[in-house]
């Protein structure tokens, strides 16, 4: 599966769009890119994932580049309650292999 | 509710005794996980398991033991725990492998003296 690399920490004010990047830049064709979050010693939640197209659900918004070797999460009007560690995860779900959570973007949301 | 449970939420214990961390999940998943995460080292699989009596080792699986004799539980045995394993522990479980979505529980803090 291919490494990712997140910022270890970011500040957002509150109300402004969240903006997490993530680069994948060893991504293969079939590898999708997974998007969770940890509000403070929670289990992690899942937020949204993606293969080649951008996507948005009720959460989040989910950027994929032309080239799938970066990605961005976008958070659109952050509340306190946004305020967690955030985890990319690329992995190909037909392979066997297992997610990767690593250490995440921490991000802080400020009133 | 759908949900996957852990107990106990906290323990502490000392080196050598055997104690047993339960999970269980009521979406009749078939994927079921443990990670243990400590600061500075994010989340770290243990074990997984694909199905019943299907089970595989994870990234750290040293001093840890699991079964899957039902579907819904997924017991975390620790035979004889040292302080290093003092950590917090996180049960999860998903409709099968591959899934994007995985539910977590609400964890366990272990410590171990």
């Known amino acids: 599966d291919a490494k990712t690399t997140q910022p270890p920490s970011m500040d957002c004010a509150e109300g402004r769009a969240a903006n997490l990047p993530c680069n994948h830049s060893?991504?293969?064709?079939?590898?999708?890119v997974y998007w969770y979050r940890q509000i403070h010693s929670q289990g992690p939640q899942y937020i949204i994932h993606?293969?080649?197209n951008n996507e948005t659900n009720e959460m989040a918004s989910l950027i994929i580049t032309e080239d799938r070797k970066s990605s961005t999460l976008i958070l659109p009007h952050a509340t306190l309650r946004d305020t967690a560690v955030y985890y990319c995860?690329?992995?190909?779900?037909?392979?066997?292999?297992?997610?990767?959570f690593g250490t995440g973007t921490s991000l802080t949301v400020i009133p | 509710e759908a949900q996957v449970t852990q107990n106990p939420r906290y323990l502490i214990t000392v080196t050598g005794k055997k104690l047993t961390v339960t999970c269980s999940q009521n979406m009749n998943h078939e994927y079921m996980s443990w990670y243990r995460q400590d600061p500075g080292l994010g989340l770290r699989q243990i074990y997984y398991s694909m199905n019943v009596e299907v089970t595989d080792k994870g990234d750290v699986p040293e001093g840890y033991k699991v079964s899957r004799k039902e579907k819904r539980n997924f017991p975390l045995i620790l035979e004889s725990p040292s302080p290093n394993q003092t950590s917090l522990y996180f049960c999860a479980s998903s409709l099968s492998y591959g899934s994007y979505e995985q539910y977590f529980g609400p964890g366990t803090r272990l410590t171990v003296t």
């Open positions: 993606g293969l080649k």
């Open positions: 995860i690329a992995l190909n779900p037909n392979t066997g292999n297992q997610f990767y």
């Open positions: 060893t991504i293969s064709g079939n590898e999708y």
